[in-house]
Structures are given as C-alpha cells and as structure tokens.
T-cell receptor
C-alpha cells in the first residue's frame, strides 16, 4: 500500500465551528506532515511528527492543533478559524530520514 | 537553507521533450534534489530525485551538473496529461524541504 488517504475531501465550516481533518498511511512511515497550500502557491509546511512526537511546528496559530494518535494516523483539529485559513490542506509521510515525501489528495477547506 | 528558482511557466506540444531547469545556488552538501508534479486540487506526486550526475526512471530524467547549483528535469515525449505544475525542491533528511514557486507546464495538441 503506497497511498496516503485524507478525509474529508471537502469541508466548509464557520468561524465558530470545531472540525478535524484526518490522514492515514500504511507504508510504515515514521514521519508525517501537515502542509497548507493556497492557490497558485507551493505547499507551506505546518507541522512534522516523527515517531508520533511533534518535532516541528512552523509557528502555526493555535487554532490549528495537530495530533498523532499512532504511527499510521495524523489529525489536524480546527477551531475558530478565519476566512484566510481557507486552503488545500495536505498530509504527507516519509520514511524517517528520507527526503521523499508521499502526499495525500488533500482536504479543500472553506471557512465562511 | 537553499532556495530554488524555476521558470514560472512553459508551453510545449504533444510528443516533444520538455526540459525544466531549476537553480539552487546555495545547495548544501547533504541536500538532495527532488521534483514533484501537481495537478489542480490534488496532492503533489513524487517524480524523481537525485544527488549528482544523471538519474532516470520510467517517467523522467534528472540531470545535475558537477557543481550541483542547478538541475534539469527532462520529460520525454510529453502528452496533454503532463499539463501540471512541477516543483523543484532541495533538502536533506531534516524534514524541511525548500519548495520552489513551481513551473506551470502547459502541453498543447
């Protein structure tokens, strides 16, 4: 299985809502990532988990809260988002120490 | 951290070979060069990766000169389905890959 899956594909939420994005991989990768991508821009790294521990937080606002329940799952909890947070949210995974990351299809988020 | 520079856009025709060059003047000794392809509203897809000289796989070739300050992605005999954004990245195993702005490649019939 060489796939990273993400749910939901699309999400519309109000600024007072709480929602979660989910990511799953079964490649045995021990590093998992969250990226945010705005239109016509490259992906921007948000968080990195290594062996289920948060290793990098790129100064992301606290309204985004990552969670890694186990080595296959990665969640991104969303609360009190702003309209400018609307974007494509991408999950990726890699073998520990590898430069090659495998991406999921993304969740298209719209904040109203 | 190395920064990459790529052309913003390129056009070509079906059946042609397309070469996209990326410059990375400040590449570090441990950095690898990786190229990804991205279609609209999809996640990036790994194409090829190399450290020096030439790497070839079933979809592309990657040429890296001895000084490693640039690299060229070569797509042989492109088709309409190769229309996408192509990203050049440099990075080491420290998780933080540096993404270029991407090259929008448009293939015409």
């Amino acid at each position: 299985d060489t796939e990273v899956t993400q749910t939901p594909k699309h999400l519309v939420m109000g600024m007072t809502n709480k929602k979660s994005l989910k990511c799953e991989q079964h490649m045995g990768h021990r590093a998992m990532y969250w990226y945010k991508q705005k239109a016509k821009k490259p992906p921007e790294l948000m968080f990195v988990y290594s062996y289920e521990k948060l290793s990098i937080n790129e100064s992301v606002p606290s309204r985004f809260s990552p969670e890694c329940p186990n080595s296959s799952l990665l969640n991104l909890h969303l609360h009190a988002l702003q309209p400018e947070d609307s974007a494509l949210y991408l999950c990726a995974s890699s073998q520990e120490g590898s430069e090659t990351q495998y991406f999921g299809p993304g969740t298209r988020l719209l904040v109203l | 951290l190395a920064k990459t520079t790529q052309p913003i856009s390129m056009d070509s025709y079906e059946g042609q070979e397309v070469n996209i060059t990326c410059s990375h003047n400040n590449i570090a000794t441990n950095d690898y060069i990786t190229w990804y392809q991205q279609f609209p509203s999809q996640g990036p897809r790994f194409i090829i990766q190399g450290y020096k000289t030439k790497v070839t796989n079933e979809v592309a070739s990657l040429f890296i000169p001895a000084d490693r300050k640039s690299s060229t992605l070569s797509l042989p005999r492109v088709s309409l389905s190769d229309t996408a954004v192509y990203y050049c990245l440099v990075g080491d195993s420290n998780y933080q890959l540096i993404w270029g702005a991407g090259t929008k490649l448009i293939i015409k019939p």
